[in-house]
């Protein structure tokens, strides 16, 4: 299975990214890193590993799923033949409202 980011979703990571290099230190941005990579291998493996994404069940164009990759953030994915699409790296502090606009807005 091929793992393939929207670029807004590497827009995501960095901006997560830096965010903890400058709050915490650069040793925490690297586990964080290396969180999601170890996330997104197990998906190559296990693309149904996730969930469907309750915030986004409405969404009737194809199941969006997530899966935790620390206990502030998910990855929001779609599952396409022989693809793991990821959509978006989200921060789950935020307005839930917003997941819904974001994830629509980078599938059209």
């Keep these: 299975m091929e793992?393939?980011?929207?670029?807004e979703a590497l827009d995501d990571l960095e901006v997560i990214l830096?965010?903890?290099?400058?709050?915490?230190?650069?040793?925490?941005?690297r586990l964080f890193?290396?969180?999601?990579?170890?996330v997104t291998r197990n998906l190559c493996e296990f693309p149904f590993l996730g969930k469907v994404e309750p915030l986004l069940e409405d969404f009737e164009e194809m199941?969006?799923?997530?899966?935790?990759?620390?206990r502030l953030c998910k990855l929001v994915y779609a599952v396409m033949s022989d693809r793991v699409f990821i959509i978006a790296l989200w921060d789950t502090r935020r307005n839930p409202k917003t997941l819904e606009h974001e994830a629509k807005g980078r599938l059209r």
Excluded: G
Excluded at 3 to 7: F, P
Excluded at 18 to 29: G, N
Excluded at 63 to 70: A, H, K, Y
């Design 63 to 70: 199941e969006l799923r997530s899966i935790p990759v620390d």
């Design 3 to 7: 793992i393939v980011w929207d670029y």
């Design 18 to 29: 830096c965010y903890i290099e400058t709050q915490f230190s650069m040793k925490e941005a």
């Design 33 to 38: 890193r290396q969180q999601v990579v170890h």
